[in-house]
């Protein structure tokens, strides 16, 4: 076998040194009646270019090829060569968790910087070195908003991205957290002040609120910050499209992010490996979860890196850590890093800045054609909900057939919202392919009998 | 000061500035294509209370500084492509460069995980391709791939234990584990509500089943053994253990952290073990990265499978495979969308490659372990005396006598070119050392590392300093902590004018 760097009398020279006959005396410790008496059925043994088929055949049974408008919390952003080429260094892909210091600086000062980058773009004092995702990182939040305030109450808004609200549900279920809902508001799609004003009170640990939300739309940041502490609550803002905060004012009145940075330089992966991140103020970090790379000097007075804070984490603190979490996603952090590194502030600002412009032009050209209009009045970033004259999932059968992933049908997630679907531009859909979009619709409206003055019941206002 | 070594030498490494200290104004290291839509004004798109200006401190540098910035980093560190990382219960095994390509390919990374099943049935056989092989290697009946890392995997693991009791009338209030436990087992067991209680170790290092058979009661829940142990001994009387538990209605969780003694040789599901999770970045090879990404699958027997998070995959009758999510007695969502599928394609590529042979691995893997601890044995204190399995577990005694700790001896290892074992660890051997070599190490690199071993133990009898000072070869000495923690700089902040 290949990756075995032994040869038969290798082993058999090392068997001799421990003055055994077989290696299955080494195994002596294990029950008989413990034992697999037979090999493992399993599919196997494949050569390299027999692995590098099996997946190139799975990979052809997928949606390559089709141009996606999807994004609910998973963005198609532009990367570069180079970071990947970077990233596959073996000192960085081959490396453990850097806990001796001395022979990981690399990985370390990398943290450090990434850590930089994540207050620089939250506007947050301090940023772990990554969670598992933004979900994970959201729950998280809440957990920690609950330590923080000595309160079990959350306040979640309705426009949280549904698979984050469940995360959090199951994470503050255990703990036996309560988890109360807020409504957004029908008209503008942000979630709705007066339901949260109503609804905090002095067990409220945390109001949580995503911007910009599931629904595409940014929410009245320092509004909430300002309704939440004002009754001794946290504010937990979660950020799914971090490329949104090249345009987008930071959450800097939040007293938590919790953020997914997928779409800065990871890809779709269907689902995963991404990188969540928690950033908050200064003077709550020993209630952080998660590793963090703190700037030290050695004895000649040399700048270099740790791990610090350690007596929050479990292999310090066992049961009484701030939470369980051990291996992250520091390899995507670091990817992310690099993509930043490269894109840089300009090319970070430009990226904002065509998604703005690409997702607008998309909605000018789908508003041309009959009874699709925006759903929600609020702000957008590169999402925007669209209401349509049918349901979303016919729609997007008639797309499908023309190698288009159309909106994401919003029914399944909001039962009143059949007719409505989550559209996502990015600065990698050319004006042509946005126009195809359009075209695309156009024709599967004539075949879904769609009138040409058919209009939807209650526009939302521009 | 430093002595004569065989392996290692000193070379040049670069110094190199922090990022944010490398900008200037006006460089970029990217450009985007050109925009072909009509440009809008992010302050009228977005409305005056919702645009920012660019983002303060942002780095500006070229193609070239970045990719000088990051090759110069990873010269600073250690990696399992450059030799033996002997790290006990961390499994540093080679990390197949081919798992690398395929996780990259278009169809692959390129997928969305919300678009329709029926375009997505590449990346859902995958899974289901995975999932059948550790159900194989595990003995066990049903698994889901959500969780993110080993950690995530415990708490899935421990929040269906939680909900069968719960099912049953009574969640319970306590998990047993052993005073040799990792240190996620008793966070995972408080994250999930769950009071932790210690077990002691007999003098065999195994779990002491007079003290597990004298505080069984009603009020306890699981528990969470690792198995191998954290001394890499088997637990021999696990299916013992087991049937204890179950009279008592708990349930019996094993942390397959050590799986990579066992694949293929032994299976959990055969000896009583009702849910497990497994670290595919240790017996499976998907790269460590510097901390992650990890996956944590968690296998359960059947009557744990009505609370497997959701979504489940399964198989409708027309062969086509489907998330499924509507099961009432699930724990709920881990995380958003499917687990780390990228480190999923990974371990599978490791799997085929391998196939019915990845027992030849663990036999390696135990083979290894077994010629340190002979070639060690009588230079470093071994307080549990019998073969052990995929790792050795030495203790600092002898060298602590002239003033010379684990942590001491793992620096100095530093210099000789090896990455150092685990210190300090399992908790139950005062000054352990914790050395797992995984099967991708060769003769030749034991070898090495048995005469650094054999140096440094030479070195702290005769001259203490040097090893207590070591090590003496790095960028950086040994680094304070301490002000590290007190006055904590967690990030990079311009030079006050």
Known sequence: MRYLPKSDAERRAILDELGLASIDELFASIPESCRLKRPLEVPGPLSEKEIIDYFRARAAENAAGYTSYLGAGVYNHLRSVVADSLLQRGEFLTSYTPYQAEISQGTLQAIFEFQTLMCQLTGQEVANASMYDGSTATAEAAMMAARLTGRRRLLISRALHPEYRQVVDTYAGDLGLEVAELAFDAKTGQTDPDAARAAINDATAAVVIQSPNFLGVLEAVPQFAGLAQGAGALLVVAIAEAVSLGAVRPPAEADIVAMEAQSLGLAPSFGGPFAGVIATREKYVRQMPGRLAGQTTDSQGRRGFVLTLATREQHIRREKATSNICTNQALCALAVTMHLALLGKQGLREMAGQNLAKTRYAVEELEKLPGVRRAFSGPYFNEVALEFPRSVRMINHELQRERILGPLPLGPFFPEQTKRGLLCVTELHSRQDIDRLAAATRRAFESLGVGARETVSSPAER | ?497
């Open chain 2, 1 to 497: 000061m430093a002595q004569p070594m065989s392996r290692a030498t000193r070379h040049v490494s670069l110094n190199e500035a922090m990022l944010f200290e490398k900008s200037s104004p006006g460089k970029r290291g990217m450009e985007l294509p050109p925009l072909d839509v009509p440009a809008v004004d992010a302050g009228q798109a977005l409305g005056a209370e919702f645009v920012r200006d660019p983002v303060e401190g942002f780095p500006e540098v070229s193609e070239i500084e970045v990719i000088r910035h990051f090759t110069r980093l990873s010269t600073w560190n250690y990696a399992i492509d450059l030799g033996m990382y002997p790290l006990g219960s961390c499994t540093m095994k080679y990390n197949p460069r081919v798992n690398e390509f395929v996780a990259r390919l278009d169809g692959l990374a390129s997928e969305h995980p919300l678009q329709p099943a029926e375009l997505s049935q590449g990346c859902l056989r995958i899974l289901r391709t995975l999932e059948r092989i550790l159900l194989e290697v595990t003995g066990m009946d049903a698994i889901t791939l959500q969780p993110s890392a080993g950690a995530q995997g415990e708490y899935a693991g421990i929040a269906m234990i939680r909900a069968c009791l719960a099912s049953r009338g009574n969640p319970r209030k306590k998990v047993l584990m052993p005073d040799s436990a990792h240190g996620t087992n008793p966070a995972t067991a408080a994250t999930a509500g769950y009071e932790v209680v210690n077990i002691r170790s007999d003098a065999s290092g195994r779990i002491d089943m007079s003290h597990l058979a004298e505080i069984l009661s009603g009020d306890v829940a699981a528990l969470m053994v690792t198995n191998p142990n954290t001394l890499g001994i088997f637990e021999h009387d696990i299916a013992r253990a087991a049937e204890l538990l179950h009279a008592h209605g708990a349930l019996l969780y094993m942390d397959g952290a050590n799986l990579n003694a066992l694949a293929g040789v032994a299976r959990p599901g055969d000896f009583g073990v009702d849910v497990m999770h497994m670290n595919l970045h240790k017996t499976f090879s998907t790269p460590h990265g510097g901390g992650g990404p990890g996956a944590g699958p968690v296998a359960v027997k059947k009557h744990l499978e009505p609370f497997l998070p959701i979504p489940v995959l399964v198989e409708k009758p027309d062969g086509k495979l489907a998330w499924d999510a509507r099961r009432p007695q699930s724990i709920g969502r881990l995380r958003a969308f499917y687990g780390n599928f990228g480190v999923l394609v990974r371990a599978l590529a490791y799997a085929l490659a391998y196939g019915p042979g990845m027992v030849e691995a663990t036999r390696d893997a135990v083979l290894n372990a077994n010629y340190i601890r002979k070639k060690l044995e009588d230079v470093y204190e071994l307080p549990y005396q019998q073969p052990c399995m995929h790792e050795v577990v030495f203790s600092d005694a002898r060298q602590r006598k002239n003033g010379v700790n684990t942590m001491d001896i793992a620096k100095r290892l530093i210099d000789y070119g090896f990455h150092p074992y685990t210190t300090a660890f399992p908790l139950i051997v005062t000054g352990a050392l914790m050395i797992e070599p995984t099967e991708s190490e060769s003769r030749q690199e034991l070898d090495l590392f048995v005469e650094a071993m054999r140096s440094i133990a030479a070195e702290a009898a005769e001259t203490p300093e040097l090893v207590k000072t070591a090590p003496h070869s790095t960028r950086v000495g040994r680094l304070d902590e301490v002000t590290a923690a007190r006055k904590p700089v967690l990030r990079w902040k311009p030079e006050a004018r």
